[in-house]
């Protein structure tokens, strides 16, 4: 179509090389955006899918290098009933490396999660960074088993902040005696890049960057590093091939997306061919990127001798502009623009991958993809030597005293991390937030923690604790498991809530707030039992001689850390003994069931109970409906009567309910829930109905004759 047209035009011009460059025919989507500039400059916006083509190319060359085979182990045969060979343990570095850097933690910081990295981690990764201070327990103990690797992190801490603060000069001293200690340490080597980019050494960032680069290839900051050095050495074409290899690397990445675009313009479309000229020398010239170095100016001059065949047949083409147009169009220019791209990918890109035979490796390895030094220069360059700030501590060794809990002076267990770096059992945390919400040790604020109740375990001091304490932990543990079988007890010790009065089978909601009932709850959910008993205080013996057992339904934690307690009662004991335990009371228990009858006492029992039930039902009905309500908001609904009143061995629970929302005094409310006789505590409740019933009757005789009066 644009050969058709008497007049090419630019924008088809530019959407036929976008077009080609999406398919991969990169040469001659090249060619078409020189016949683009010869209708007008090009912009480097214009060139992003030529840039996008680009980077597909380097990715599809090193794929094909990385889809080598991979030799694989052969299984070894094992005798029948012989075992699995047991996983290699962690190394102690390995477990002391930060998961996000993977470099050994440096200034460790556990996250809310439980997870320890790097505080520098923490700082680059999110844009609002968690306030949490350096893990104190973590930290010395990195310290003093990598004495070396911590001194040098230290003063790459030191020579960053002294880039922040543009003394460049102090940074540079500082990054220069961290090198000392391990001279081939990239991040090390990345840092002086940058340094010496900002003081314009570009000879020595560029001799970091491409040392990173030669051992880390896929590292997309060692590309751009060295790429911005070859741009302060002038040296345009091999920064365009860094910046290609960049975005290869992170197709997604904007800013790198458009260094590509600006240098491709500046390396293929230089100002001088942004314009249309007529001299058949200008032309010439632009098949030929400008060159950098001895190398490049040699193979341009060979493409020279190759083109001067036919550089007359082109010059009076090139006279007229839409003649030229349709030269690049139609790929006439193909070799050249091929010779071009080959100066700045040096192998030219196929559509297609192929698995390379094993009798191919060294060719394969022998490449040179951007950012890569030939493999004659790498041969010759001095041995890796490996720093020993990389290898294990040989003398790692970890002491019971590097992982105790300063609240119980024992070995932590289920260790927590507070947000000043603080690290206790969880169980010691707990309780001293009970009391007070600050940090036992430096006294910060934890409301926040209290509010959230989000105690992660830190999962690095567990993991240390399990592979190098291991005798200790299971001392610990059996320390702890003895003590929570010790409080699921029901029978003994048995947490006692002194508070109010409750009955079997009736809700007892309950507002905790005090420290020693916080902890007491808190056990009883811990140990699973979810069960303590109700008593009522009395003046000399401490407590009352009975009580109900409660079992807890529910439980809402409040920010403050108090909480409301749903609880139902289940059962009725007398206490035998009573002591206290951290504070709250326990008792020594034997659980009170009812004594049954048969024949004509059950006969006369049957008969009380419903006579009993309609007289509550009466009662009941007979009230306020304001009274009413308040009474089912509290207690619920009045229970159904059960058709065998033996049936529960406390009682039918209407009874209990009825005893409940009765206007009684404590006395007689627990006078009648120690009794273990069903037909007494019926009578009971009959003679209660009656004086309360003639009572009401004789207050509303009362008022009309007081209104008679008045």
């Known amino acids: 179509m644009l050969a058709a047209l008497p007049k090419p035009d630019r924008g088809l011009c530019l959407r ?3 077009t080609l460059a999406r398919a991969g025919r990169l040469a001659e989507a090249l060619g078409a955006f020189r016949g683009a500039a010869r209708l007008g400059a090009l912009r480097p916006e214009e060139l992003g899918e030529l840039a996008c083509g680009l980077a597909r190319a380097v990715g599809l060359r090193e794929r094909r290098v990385l889809l080598l085979p991979v030799p694989r182990p052969s299984r070894l045969l094992r005798a029948p009933g012989e075992r699995r060979p047991s996983p290699v343990p962690p190394t102690p570095r390995a477990l002391l490396s930060c998961p996000r850097c993977r470099k050994l933690l440096y200034k460790p910081v556990t996250l809310t999660n ?102 880390e290839p896929l590292l997309t900051k060692g590309h751009h590093l060295k790429a911005q050095a070859l741009a302060g050495l002038g040296r345009s074409k091999e920064v365009l091939k860094e910046f ?11 800013s790198a997306k458009k260094e590509t675009q600006k240098v491709i313009c500046e390396v293929f479309f230089p100002p001088s061919e942004n314009v249309n000229q007529n001299s058949a020398s200008s032309t010439r010239g632009r098949f030929k990127p400008h060159s950098d170095n001895q190398t490049n100016n040699q193979v341009e001059d060979d493409d020279d001798s190759d083109s001067m065949e036919n550089s007359s047949e082109r010059v009076d083409m090139f006279r007229n502009t839409n003649s030229s147009v349709l030269y690049f169009i139609l790929g006439l220019h193909f070799e050249e623009d091929k010779k071009a791209l080959e100066n700045v990918i040096p192998v030219a890109p196929n559509t297609g991958l192929k698995r390379k035979l094993p009798s191919d490796m060294d060719d394969a390895h022998g490449l040179n993809g951007p950012g890569k030094i030939p493999k004659k220069d790498a041969d010759s360059s001095p041995p890796r030597v490996i720093s020993k700030l990389g290898g294990d501590c040989e003398d790692f060794a970890i002491d019971v005293t590097d992982f105790e809990c300063a609240l119980c002076m024992r070995l932590l267990f289920e260790p927590v991390t507070t947000p000043c770096g603080h690290t206790f059992c969880l169980k010691c945390l707990e309780r001293c937030l009970d009391h007070a919400p600050h940090c036992p040790l430096c006294k910060d604020k934890l409301s926040e923690l209290l509010a959230t109740r989000n105690f992660n375990i830190t999962i690095l ?40 009065m409750a009955f079997p089978t009736v809700p007892c909601p309950l507002h905790v707030f005090e420290p020693r009932y916080r902890l007491m709850i808190r056990r009883c959910m811990e140990t699973g039992t979810k069960r303590f008993g109700m008593c009522l205080s009395a003046e000399h013996a401490g407590i009352s001689e009975f009580g109900c057992m409660l079992e807890i339904k529910d439980v809402r934690t409040f920010p403050d850390g108090s909480s409301v307690v749903d609880a139902i009662g289940i059962s009725r004991f007398r206490v035998l003994s009573h002591r206290h335990r951290d504070g709250y009371n326990t008792a020594d228990i034997e659980y009170l069931e009812d004594e049954k009858v048969e024949g004509s006492d059950y006969e006369e029992l ?88 003639r009572k009401m009757n004789n207050r509303q005789e009362a008022a009309p004759n007081k209104e008679k009066t008045n």
Request: aromatic share 6%.
């Open 244 to 254: 290609i290899y960049c975005l290869a690397l992170n197709p997604e990445c904007n």
């Open 114 to 215: 439980g997870m320890t990295v790097c505080k520098r981690c923490v700082e680059m990764g999110s844009p609002r960074p968690q306030t949490r201070r350096v893990n104190v327990v973590l930290s010395g103990l990195v310290e003093r088993c990598f004495p070396n690797e911590c001194r040098l992190r230290r003063l790459a801490g030191q020579a960053r902040n002294l880039q922040r603060q543009q003394q460049l000069d102090a940074a540079l001293l500082k990054c220069e005696q961290a090198l000392a200690l391990a001279p081939e340490d990239d991040s090390l080597l990345l840092l002086r890049a940058e340094l010496c980019l900002l003081v314009k050494n570009y000879e020595q960032a560029l001799q970091d960057a491409d040392v990173v680069c030669r051992k």
């Open 16 to 18: 036929l090389a976008d």
């Open 461 to 500: 001091a567990e993991e240390l604790i399990f592979q190098y304490l291991q005798e200790e932990l299971c001392d610990r543990k059996r320390i702890y498991d003895e003590e929570m079988s010790e409080l699921s007890n029901l029978t003994r010790d048995v947490p006692i809530f002194v508070c109010a």
């Open 606 to 693: 049957t008969t009380l109970h419903d006579s009993v039930y309609q007289q509550s039902v009466s009662w009941f009905t007979s009230l306020q409906d304001h009274m009413k309500e308040q009474i089912l908001s509290h207690f619920g609904g009045m229970p159904d009567r059960e058709p065998e009143p033996q049936s529960n061995p406390s009682g039918p629970a209407w009874s209990w309910w009825i005893l409940a929302v009765l206007p009684l005094e404590r006395k007689a409310q627990l006078a009648i829930l120690g009794m273990t006789s069903l037909k007494e505590r019926l009578l009971a409740i009959r003679r209660i109905l009656v004086i309360i019933t």
